[in-house]
């Protein structure tokens, strides 16, 4: 456990996957410098086509775009840069836009050697992935998370695609990034909201994986929330080091390993399905599915009733909600039963057995449900 | 060199690569027992998504569909089939006919555990090929081609994808099917057009990699004209284990190895783009593309006249053209500046050094590009 002063400026947390593996960098203010690191990781660079969201093309697309355009090829010439915004929000994980990024790739003659540069949160990075998945069958990329969400979560592990209308992620292709470099300067643009919602994934990974780490949050929990540099670095660092463990070990979701990445998220789902349309934020949901989750643990005796005082603790010092007085287990129950992670009928949960431990139980009743959603009311 | 008698009624070519092998099971007559070995191939079988080019959904993807319908699941359950008839034609490698299998595969209820098997030819193996890879971000996918070009060419290799509407196989994936099964009686329905138009790409492997096989083709040419039993497994077995090695050495087009299958290739997409629609079929522009890049060959010393005199013969007894009395050089000569294979404004080919090898030159002046193609007029 490191205390303020010993937490290095720069980290690198290195996701091993063979030949496909990657660093994140992790620091502070550093943006500047995010071109020599690309060049330096792809080895050649030639062609980049960054794309963003309209939120944060000015100043961070644009600080990686006009940075990558004073640079030269091994060739002598100058590096070529389009640049694209993509409206904000949900919404452009659509086949529509990975169309209108398809025809603008060709457009501006991109080959097997241009790189993909994603400047955003998990929405850009998701269709900007799958984007470089599919044009020529495959092309490299890089991931610049903006939002803590992103940073902790949606630009490690390889996962991208698109949504189809009435199914979330339901598309895409399982494309590792060639590095992912994350400045946390970026977030000074973040609303709070946002920033404390994406808190909600970093004690997920405290829960799931690393007890030292959920002691750490105990401890500095007021500090993320004033955005300590130090802190929050840290924080991101620990949180991809667990996800990058855990996608190392099931780099495809064929395991069952990754799945433990859901905790939470079952109940989560739900919640965001029957609430009002941005009425619930996902962090902000999955707060609350851990919660709920917790709670059915305890009822199947798999766990303590101190975890859960624990969790509370900790997602309260975090800002973040322990209770949802609107939920509607009858509105609930019929979406977790079309979750993907349902088998033959019965609900399949990540459950804690103790800080820093999780299991994953199918077969699980409806009433055991219930009650774990109604003791969160 | 195997003569009639001697050639199996079954054989299997195997794909190596890796964890990602397959095998292609190449016999006559023995559709009805295909079920049996996806299931044997597969492990476990629930549900089948039988994608189908119209041409052929009555009879060949019918008689696999309620083959599998009748089949039972290790749980006793009958497994479920959806059959989806996609119309003829190149056209059909769309975003639209993408979209359309996506939204069709979700209504079907289709998870991890789905199989898609495509019955068609180049253009249902490729489009189906890229519905599979990217649903739930890869299920496993069976090709079952139905054209002499899918089953020496296509369904082997991985690689699959949509054009967008300026560009040919643009976007996709490299994808590995779980098997390739193949009845040449399925081609009885087989226009012979479209028949001797696939005997190019057998010619070409002969040529680049199997000098053997080339003396095998020049003597029982006939018998592949008469569409022989015996002679067609042969030469599909032999084609399919040429494009498997090459394959092998270079899965995702990495090293350079895998571009040799692009043999009068460069020329025939002249061809082909040059043409009106339809005038010209692939194969066709392929076997006059190899004459050419013959030609450019001998032109530059790299072989003897003796390799185009008996690529010639061979072509003729195959009852292929090797020459196009209309070709315009100032047409083809952008286009192939266009194609992926030109680097730094120099035309880079494929050019033969004896039958059997082939290599890789880059570099070419335009001039020698001209007169080849004038010396097939
Ligand atoms: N690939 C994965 O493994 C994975 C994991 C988790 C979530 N996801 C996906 O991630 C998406 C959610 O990610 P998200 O929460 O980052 O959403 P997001 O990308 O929509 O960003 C949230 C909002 O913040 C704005 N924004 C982003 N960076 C900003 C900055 N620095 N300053 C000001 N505003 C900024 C955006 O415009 C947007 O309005 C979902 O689509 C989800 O499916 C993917
Ligand atoms: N993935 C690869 O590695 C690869 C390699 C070469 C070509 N291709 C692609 O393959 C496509 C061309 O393949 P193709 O020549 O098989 O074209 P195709 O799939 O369009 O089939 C040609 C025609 O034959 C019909 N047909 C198919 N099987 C039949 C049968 N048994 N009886 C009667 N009619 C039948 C079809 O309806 C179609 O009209 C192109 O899109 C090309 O890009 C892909
Ligand atoms: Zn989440
Ligand atoms: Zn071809």
Redesign the pocket.
């Known amino acids: 456990m490191l205390s303020g002063s010993q937490i290095p400026k720069r980290q690198t947390v290195e996701v091993s996957l063979g030949d496909r593996s990657y660093p994140i960098e992790i620091g502070t203010d550093w943006i500047e410098q995010f071109c020599d690191t690309i060049a330096g990781v792809l080895g050649d660079l030639s062609h980049a086509l960054v794309i963003t ?4 093309e000015t100043p ?1 697309a644009m600080k990686v775009a006009t940075g990558l355009a004073k640079m030269n090829t091994t060739g002598g010439d100058s590096v070529r840069v389009n640049l694209l915004a993509v409206p ?3 919404t452009s ?1 659509s086949l529509t836009q990975l169309d209108t990024l398809w025809q603008w790739m060709l457009e501006s003659s991109t080959d097997r050697r241009s790189v993909v540069i994603a400047v ?7 269709l900007a ?1 799958f984007a470089a998945a599919s044009f020529t069958r495959g092309i490299r990329f890089v991931q610049i ?3 803590l ?2 940073m902790v ?2 630009s ?2 390889g ?3 698109i949504n189809l209308p009435t199914a ?2 339901m598309v895409g292709a399982f494309w590792q990034p060639a590095a992912v470099l994350i400045d946390t300067t ?2 000074s ?3 709070d909201r ?1 920033y404390i ?2 808190l909600a994934e970093v004690v997920k990974y405290g829960v799931i994986d690393d007890a030292p780490f959920f002691e750490w949050l105990e401890l500095n929990a007021s500090k993320l929330i004033e955005r300590d540099d130090e802190a929050v670095r840290y924080a991101i660092a620990q949180s991809c080091r667990s996800k990058a463990n855990v996608v190392g070990e099931d780099e495809r979701e064929t395991s069952g390993r990754r799945a433990i990445l859901n905790y939470g998220h079952t109940f989560a789902h739900a919640i965001e399905a029957t609430a009002g349309y941005g009425e619930v934020l ?1 962090g902000e949901a999955v707060a609350i599915g851990m919660q709920m989750a917790a709670n059915l643990s305890i009822e199947l005796k798999l766990c303590d009733p101190d975890l859960l005082q624990r969790q509370t603790a900790l997602l309260k010092a975090c800002q973040l909600p322990t209770t949802y007085a609107a939920a509607d287990v009858n509105a609930m129950l019929p979406v977790m039963k079309r979750d993907k992670k349902v088998s033959h009928g019965n609900l399949r949960f990540v459950l804690p057995e103790r800080i820093g431990s999780v299991m994953l139980l199918g077969e699980i009743e409806g009433s055991g449900v219930i009650h774990a959603i109604e003791a969160c009311r």
């Open positions: 969201d309209a939120a944060v961070w904000s929000g949900e994980k955003g949160g998990g929405v850009i990075g998701d992935g998370p903006t939002t969400l992103a979560d949606s490690v592990g996962k991208t695609g979330k992620n970026v977030m643009t973040l609303p946002s919602s994406g996902h």
